[in-house]
């Protein structure tokens, strides 16, 4: 199975602040990847997927990047109601669908 | 505006099957853009797909699951459902069905599934004598 690790494990940050959560395939997988926001107690939320694209109504402060084996989400101008945990997802071709272990991003 | 609704026992014996059901409403179950999956979160393992079905095709399992899950589709009811058997205290999740994008490639002349774009609420289910 292709492997994904997210760094940071925790982010602190403030209102207002920039951010950026990384995560790495342990092979190539083109730019087949997707990141979410979960908030607690709810399900995941997809915001971006193809790397970069990002999924209607999800606010443009919200950016990724990235392709073979290494990604970024940012967000800009960071909102209250983004103070979450965020994963990223690999969907490669002929490979079991994997998460990374998350990045909670938690008031400074 | 799409829903999907887990439900089913929240409680399961040690060796015996799990059980559950997505109810979708505000989308139809057999449509031709999608596939419908069951994913797995529990604190030691994170997120884990179990398994995806196109409502008139062959499933996709996790091969972490591959002996013990079947998942099934009724379009008449517009659910999706999952088995898992023989379950241990490590089955001990949150599951969620979702909704997965794909699309034709017609230079593959395949139908690769992509990323999840909707997911139900999820349900607890807890395995313990």
């Known amino acids: 199975d292709i492997q994904m690790t997210q760094s940071p494990p925790t982010l602190s940050a403030s209102v207002g602040d920039r951010v950026t959560i990384t995560c790495r395939a342990s092979q190539s997988i083109n730019d087949w990847l997707a990141w979410y926001q979960q908030r607690p107690g709810k399900a995941p939320k997809l915001l971006i997927y193809q790397a970069s694209r990002l999924e209607g109504g999800v606010p443009s402060r919200f950016s990724g990047s990235g392709s073979g084996t290494e990604f970024t989400l940012t967000i800009n101008s960071l909102q209250p109601d983004d103070f979450a945990t965020y994963y990223c997802?690999?969907?490669?071709?002929?490979?079991?669908?994997?998460f990374g272990q998350g990045t909670k991003l938690d008031v400074k | 505006q799409l829903h999907l609704q887990e439900s089913g026992p929240r409680l399961v014996k040690p060796s015996e099957t799990l059980s559950l059901t997505c109810t979708v409403s505000?989308?139809?179950?057999?449509?031709?853009?999608?596939?419908w999956a069951w994913i797995r979160q529990s604190p030691g393992k994170g997120l884990e797909w179990i398994g995806s079905l196109f409502y008139s095709g062959s499933p996709y399992h996790n091969p972490s699951f591959e002996s013990r899950v079947s998942i099934s589709i009724d379009t008449s009811k517009n659910q999706l459902s999952l088995k898992l058997t023989s379950v241990t205290a490590a089955d001990t999740a949150m599951y969620y069905c979702?909704?997965?994008?794909?699309?034709?490639?017609?230079?593959?002349?395949?139908?690769?599934?992509?990323?999840?774009?909707?997911w139900g609420q999820g349900t607890l289910v807890t395995v313990s004598s």
């Open positions: 979702a909704r997965q994008y794909t699309h034709y490639e017609s230079w593959s002349d395949q139908w690769p599934l992509y990323y999840f774009d909707y």
């Open positions: 997802q690999q969907y490669n071709r002929n490979s079991p669908f994997t």
């Open positions: 505000g989308g139809s179950i057999s449509s031709s853009n999608y596939y």
